[in-house]
C-alpha cells in the first residue's frame, strides 16, 4: 500500500532542551543536523535505510515557527507535484512546495481541509 505516514516531526523552541526531553524520556537516539536546522530522531532499532523492525516510524524535530506550531505526520508518496494537485482539488493548500532535502528525497508541506500542517515525502530515485 502507498501513502503510509512514514515520519513525524515535532517543532522546538530549545534544541538541547526538546533533545534531552526525548532521549531521556523515551529513549529516542537524536542526531543534530545544525546545517539543516533539524534533529534526527530514532525512535527503534534503525539502520541506513530507516527502520529495521515492523511496527514504528522515526522522525525528527525542528525550530517552532509559522507553519511548525504543532506535531505532524509526513506521507510518503509517488509524486509530491501529483499529490499536491490532489490536496488542492480537495479543499487543502500548499504551505511549502517541494524542496530536496540532501540527496535523501523531497519534502513539501500541506493544509488539509481541517487546517492541519501534514508533511509529504518523496524518495530520490536511483
Known amino acids: 500500500m502507498s501513502n503510509r505516514v512514514v515520519h513525524f516531526e515535532i517543532p522546538y523552541d530549545d534544541p538541547d532542551r526538546a533533545s534531552k526531553f526525548y532521549a531521556d524520556t523515551f529513549g529516542w537516539e537524536l542526531t543534530s543536523m545544525p546545517e539543516m536546522g533539524y534533529v534526527l530522531a530514532s525512535t527503534g ?59 535523501m528525497g523531497f519534502s513539501a508541506y500541506f493544509k488539509d481541509s481541517e487546517g492541519n500542517l501534514i508533511g509529504l515525502w518523496e524518495t530520490a530515485s536511483g
Open 45 to 103: 532499532p534503525s539502520g541506513e535505510q530507516g527502520p529495521t523492525e515492523p511496527g514504528f516510524i522515526n522522525g525528527g524535530m525542528l525550530q517552532r515557527g509559522s507553519h511548525w506550531t504543532a506535531p505532524n505526520v509526513v506521507i510518503d508518496v509517488a509524486n509530491i507535484e501529483d499529490a499536491l494537485t490532489a490536496v488542492g482539488e480537495h479543499g487543502g493548500s500548499t504551505v511549502v512546495e517541494r524542496e530536496p532535502v540532501g540527496d
